[in-house]
Nanobody, 115 residues
């Protein structure tokens, strides 16, 4: 079992930056993947970025060049650095991980991009 705790959401103006954090309850070396999804009002949950233990990272086309996912293994934490934010990035962001064939989710953190 894995518990995930997110932090870092909030209100930011268009063009601004935010960094989301997701702390895992076990070593991230033991996890097959970690990443972020988001769900905007009235829309389905979509993949934003993921980081695999072996094959590296991947991003949704809509965030490529603006968002960066990276890990701090000493803190068992994965981060999502979000730059050049747009109003369409407004959503609840969920951290997830995959461990022994099962997915685990955080409770979500709200990101609002508005002037």
């Amino acid at each position: 079992q894995v518990q995930l705790v997110e932090s870092g959401g909030g209100l930011v103006q268009p063009g601004g930056s935010l960094r989301l954090s997701c702390a895992a309850s076990r070593s991230i070396f033991s996890l097959d993947a970690m990443g972020w999804y988001r769900q905007a009002p009235g829309k389905e949950r979509e993949l934003v970025a993921n980081s695999f233990s072996i094959s590296g990272s991947g991003y949704a086309d809509s965030v490529k060049g603006r968002f960066t996912i990276f890990r701090d293994s000493a803190k068992n934490t994965v981060y999502l650095q979000m730059n050049s934010l747009k109003s369409e990035d407004t959503a609840v962001y969920y951290c997830y991980c995959s461990y022994i064939g099962k997915d685990y989710w955080g409770e979500g953190t709200l990101v609002t991009v508005s002037s």
